[in-house]
Structures are given as C-alpha cells and as structure tokens.
C-alpha cells in the first residue's frame, strides 16, 4: 500500500486485490490497524506529505498529485489543514524556521513563556 499512496486508493480496489468482500476486508482491517481503511490512507497520505514539504521544494500542488490528489489540490489542503491544524504552506515555513508545527494545543506557546 506504501508504494501506492499516489495512486487513487478505495477499499473495494484493496478488497478485490485481496480476494475477500468488500464488508470482510474493512472489518479485518480495521481489527488489525485499529482504524478504518480511509482513515488510515488519509493519515500515511498527510504523513508522506508532511516528509515532502519538509525536505523539497516540490511546490504545494506537486506535493498533492504525489500523495493522491490528482484533480483537487484544494482538497490536499483541506484535508492537511484538518489533519495537522496549520496548512501546508505554513507547515513548510515552520519546517523551514528549523521548528516543529505548532499542534494547536497551546503547548508550543506555553513552553516558550517558561
């Protein structure tokens, strides 16, 4: 799956590649990941993303298209912004700074006061 995140990925595809129902593979993937298929392609795809816009300077839109989001580039950044709290252009300028992304909790900003 690792190799495909590219790719347009649906749990019917990975059941049919598995030869096993659709119904049988989300639920013996999710008992086995703990979570469901889409959720789990969602999180390794904004992790990849995260790697790419850390360490190149692939513009936003190619970061997309390598991590799944040929047609909509917006919705790469909807989704990154609800998955990581910032966006990714500032998620590569905080990267960028040397520092990590601020998570949304407080918690950078309380550590900095001390």
Known sequence: MEQHLGEILSSSEMAGMMAVSYSSFGKQFREYIGMSFSAYLLWRRME???DFLANSHMKIKQVAS???YHENPQH???DFTRQTGISPKEYRV???RGRQPDKG???EEHEMRR
């Open 76 to 78: 790469f950044s909807r």
């Open 105 to 107: 909790d407080g918690t």
């Open 66 to 68: 390598k991590v799944g």
């Open 48 to 50: 990849r993303a995260k």
């Open 94 to 96: 905080q990267m960028f």
